[in-house]
């Protein structure tokens, strides 16, 4: 059994704290938050701090999971690293691609070390079942992609949590919050992309400094090209959408179902995925399957999890589309 503490009591960690809880190769020995009140949401009977140094002395936990603001994933990572804790840390992997080719240098110079990221939509069964039919190769190779993200996010979303609308803090808007984990998959099922164009906007007038809007045009090294487009000026929370061609085959991803679209326009359902009743519908049910799955990874010494290799791409990704969306000309990934 390894015993875990949370850092950060905001919205993402009650979904940790649940599956800890429900997994009983997993002690939960402490929690850990700067607001002292946030001690009324800690479990009874857990130790709270408000100091995760003090805690790391005291507790000595054998992992520790960070569900902070995104500015303090790669320090505070960093911190534990260096103090010999395994770390699972929340999506994104870091602001931006510098930070994140740190982190990658951090995860190799302590091979000893487990460090996870929270990308869980990849054990969603749907995604896990695309996945198969490509790496299979019965319907040939990926030909065309497209993920589409149409989410609402009122101003009172920014002014209650300001770090959200800050470059500094938030390290960009509806990419690097509502968007990476669908960056994450076009990458994880399309293949790694060689360069992109972009238009990238501010259409809500909220006066935050991150973006709002964005749509991409992918171009895949292996000739697959792919469409991306999230916002967060929708007027409702809709199912991510996303879709790959194969070359003899389309399938797609719609209301956390995977189909395979027929030649007539037809649907033929494949798999649906598992939902976790009493949470946002967008967040699955897949953070308790991925979070077993480190532990378990853990106690074996073995990598099946979700690198933090593996997740630089999806920050590498998000600033080129920064960067086209500004200068109007494709960009190398």
Not at 2 to 30: F, T, W, Y
Not at 215 to 229: I, T, V
Request: include cysteine; hydrophobic fraction near 40%.
């Amino acid at each position: 059994m390894k015993r875990a503490a949370v850092i950060g009591l905001g919205d993402i960690s009650a979904i940790h704290l649940a599956a800890i809880a429900g997994n009983p190769e997993i002690e939960l020995c402490a929690v850990c938050d700067i607001d002292p009140a946030a001690k009324e949401r800690a479990p009874e009977g857990v130790p709270f701090y408000t100091d995760y140094k003090v805690m790391a002395q005291e507790v000595k936990p054998d992992c520790v999971h960070v569900c902070l603001p995104h500015y303090l994933h790669y320090p505070v990572s960093e911190y534990f690293a260096e103090h010999g804790i395994h770390v699972f840390c929340e999506k994104p992997v870091a602001l931006n691609t510098e930070q994140a080719e740190k982190f990658v240098a951090l995860e190799a110079a302590h091979p000893e070390l487990h460090i996870g990221i929270c990308l869980q939509n990849r054990l969603n069964e749907s995604v896990e079942m695309l996945k198969e039919i490509i790496d299979g190769g019965e319907y040939g190779k990926v030909v065309a992609t497209k993920g589409v993200v149409l989410w609402a996010r009122p101003k009172s979303y920014y002014d209650c949590k300001p770090w959200r609308g800050k470059w500094e803090t938030a390290g960009g808007g509806c990419m690097i919050n509502q968007s990476v984990h669908t960056l994450d998959l076009l990458y994880h099922l399309g293949g790694k992309v060689e360069n992109l164009r972009a238009s990238v906007a501010q259409i809500l007038g909220y006066g935050i400094e991150v973006e709002d809007t964005v749509a991409a045009n992918l171009f895949y090294e292996n000739g697959a090209r792919g469409l991306f487009m999230a916002t967060t000026a929708n007027y409702q929370n809709e199912s991510v959408q996303i879709s790959v061609r194969l070359e003899k085959a389309e399938f797609a991803i719609l209301e956390n179902t995977l189909y395979r679209i027929n030649a007539d326009g037809t649907r033929e359902k494949l798999v649906e995925d598992a939902r976790m009743p009493g949470t946002k519908f967008y967040y699955g049910a897949s953070h308790a399957k991925l979070i077993a799955r480190f532990y378990k990874a853990l106690e074996e010494g073995t990598d099946n999890y979700i690198h933090v290799r593996d997740a630089e791409m999806s920050i590498r990704l998000i600033d080129a589309i920064q960067k086209a969306g500004k200068t109007h000309e494709a960009e190398t990934v």
